[in-house]
C-alpha cells in the first residue's frame, strides 16, 4: 500500500500524519484517542501534549490488558480441545476393543478357512453372517 499523508484532528488539534494505513482507519483511531482523552481530562485542564500522552498510557493499557485476557482464554481453549480429544481418543479406542471382540469368532472361522480345516462350514458361515442369516 502507499504511504501518504493524512491530516488528523485530535481534541481539537491538527496533526498530519504518513502511513500506509487507510484514511478511514487514521480517522477512526484519531476518533479513539480524542475520546479517551475526553474521558480523561473530561475539562480540558491538561495541556493538549499531556492529555495525549495520558490517553496513549491509558490506551496501551487496555490494549494490555485484552491482550492478556485473549492469552487466557487461549490457553483454556487449549486446555479443553486437549480434554475433548483425549475424550474422543478414548472413545475411539473403547469401540476398536469391541470391534475386535465382536470379529473375534470370524477371524477364528477366517482362520479355519485358510488352513483348510472345515472350509465349507466356514464360507457357508460368512456368506450366512453377510446375507443377514442366523
Known amino acids: 500500500m502507499d504511504r501518504r499523508t493524512v491530516e488528523l484532528r485530535i481534541a481539537g488539534q491538527k496533526y498530519r500524519v504518513v502511513s ?3 484514511e478511514e482507519e487514521l480517522q ?16 480540558a485542564r491538561a495541556q493538549p501534549s499531556q492529555a495525549i500522552l495520558l490517553a496513549a498510557m491509558a490506551l496501551a493499557h487496555e490494549a494490555e490488558a485484552e491482550r492478556d485476557r485473549r492469552v487466557a482464554l487461549e490457553q483454556k481453549t ?3 480441545l486437549r480434554r475433548v480429544l483425549g475424550r474422543i481418543d478414548q472413545a475411539l ?3 476398536e476393543v ?4 465382536e470379529l473375534a469368532p470370524e477371524l477364528s472361522l477366517e482362520h479355519a478357512a485358510a ?3 472345515d472350509s465349507d462350514i466356514a464360507s457357508d458361515a ?6 443377514g442369516e442366523p
Not at 477512526?28 to 475539562?43: D, N, Q
Not at 469391541?98 to 471382540?101: D, G, L, Q, S, V
Not at 460368512?126 to 446375507?131: M, N, Q
Request: overall charge positive; hydrophobic content about 40%; proline content about 3%.
Open 126 to 131: 460368512f456368506r450366512a453372517k453377510g446375507s
Open 28 to 43: 477512526r483511531l484519531a476518533g479513539v484517542v480524542t475520546s479517551k482523552m475526553g474521558e480523561l481530562s473530561p475539562f
Open 98 to 101: 469391541a470391534a475386535h471382540h
Open 115 to 117: 488352513s483348510g480345516d
Open 20 to 22: 500506509s494505513a487507510s
Open 93 to 95: 479406542a473403547l469401540e
Open 78 to 80: 487449549r486446555e479443553l
